[in-house]
């Protein structure tokens, strides 16, 4: 999607964003990653985090986050989100496709829906940008519209680099899409 259609969907104050894929804790599958231990903490960044949800979310777990987003309005709420929650989260305006602003390594790296919205020369781009942000026990989750980005894409693009375990295939109630939720560990 196009930056400008972001700006005025966030401007929007009656349209929930988080409706794409609901907010951290709704998403069952994610959560029990975390609850089960298979994630340790550590430092995490949120690829196109919006309004921030999971990456407060991943703060109240105790990790170091950094969330990232092109849309200068998603990241003034986010701010407001994760101060209202009484968590600190660094809130970066950048583009995923051509990261200026952030740089170093992640132990874990949370992407729900930002890979899903680039055309196929802009994921190139993204992953030219964010494979250098991992290290050799890196994790990332990864969840996606498998129409948009089909489970195969996902393992010529990540398959080199990590192991990939789908957790789960269902059908979201609002879109009525399916949706994969990934995750890969290096």
């Given at each position: 999607m196009e930056k400008w259609l972001y700006e005025i969907m966030y401007r929007i104050p009656f349209i929930p964003i988080a409706w794409i894929f609901g907010a951290a804790h709704e998403q069952k599958e994610y959560v029990q990653l975390f609850e089960d231990g298979v994630i340790p903490g550590?430092?995490?960044?949120?690829?196109?985090c919006g309004e921030g949800s999971n990456a407060i979310y991943l703060s109240q777990k105790g990790?170091?986050?950094t969330g990232v987003d092109f849309s200068s309005?998603?990241?003034r709420r986010a701010?407001?989100?994760a101060k209202s929650a009484d968590e600190k989260v660094n809130?970066?305006?950048?583009?995923?496709?051509?990261?200026?602003q952030v740089s170093g390594k992640f132990d874990l790296l949370v992407d729900f829906g930002a890979l899903n919205d680039l055309n196929p020369s802009d994921r190139d781009a993204y992953m030219e940008n964010v494979l250098p942000l991992t290290h050799s026990s890196s994790n990332f989750i990864?969840?996606?519209?498998?129409?948009?980005?089909p489970p195969d894409e996902v393992e010529i693009?990540?398959?080199?680099?990590f192991n990939i375990t789908n957790l789960t295939m269902?059908?979201?109630r609002v879109t009525a899409r399916t949706i994969d939720l990934y995750y890969m560990a290096s």
């Amino acid at each position: 999607m196009e930056k400008w259609l972001y700006e005025i969907m966030y401007r929007i104050p009656f349209i929930p964003i988080a409706w794409i894929f609901g907010a951290a804790h709704e998403q069952k599958e994610y959560v029990q990653l975390f609850e089960d231990g298979v994630i340790p903490g550590g430092r995490a960044i949120d690829l196109g985090c919006g309004e921030g949800s999971n990456a407060i979310y991943l703060s109240q777990k105790g990790f170091d986050v950094t969330g990232v987003d092109f849309s200068s309005t998603a990241i003034r709420r986010a701010i407001l989100n994760a101060k209202s929650a009484d968590e600190k989260v660094n809130f970066v305006e950048d583009d995923l496709t051509d990261l200026q602003q952030v740089s170093g390594k992640f132990d874990l790296l949370v992407d729900f829906g930002a890979l899903n919205d680039l055309n196929p020369s802009d994921r190139d781009a993204y992953m030219e940008n964010v494979l250098p942000l991992t290290h050799s026990s890196s994790n990332f989750i990864l969840m996606c519209f498998s129409k948009s980005v089909p489970p195969d894409e996902v393992e010529i693009r990540f398959g080199d680099h990590f192991n990939i375990t789908n957790l789960t295939m269902r059908s979201e109630r609002v879109t009525a899409r399916t949706i994969d939720l990934y995750y890969m560990a290096s």
